[in-house]
């Protein structure tokens, strides 16, 4: 996941406040801490300088059965 964040954001890292908004498209389960937790290790320092509250108070996952060829994560990161 980093690579592919890192290919797609050549900026520095946001300094907040922002609102991240998750979309995952995948099979089975999901876990809603899971997700944040893998997405917010991945890309800490890259999209964001911190994951801590203050740098991002707003955040919404949204979780989508698809199957395995369909899958996918979409981020989408709004400053408030």
């Known amino acids: 996941m980093l ?3 890192q290919e797609q954001w050549p900026w520095p ?6 609102r991240v908004e998750i979309e995952v498209y ?4 999901a876990d809603g801490d899971n ?3 893998a997405l917010f290790d991945s890309v800490n320092k890259v ?3 911190d994951d801590r509250v203050s740098i991002i108070p707003q955040l919404e996952v ?3 059965k698809a199957k395995k060829d369909e899958s ?3 981020i989408k990161i ?3």
Do not use: S
């Open 26 to 29: 995948g099979e089975g389960r």
């Open 35 to 37: 997700i944040i937790g």
């Open 72 to 74: 996918k994560w979409v």
């Open 62 to 64: 949204k979780w989508t």
């Open 13 to 18: 890292p946001l300094e907040g406040p922002i």
């Open 78 to 80: 709004y400053a408030v």
């Open 3 to 5: 690579r592919q964040v």
């Open 47 to 49: 999209l964001w300088v």
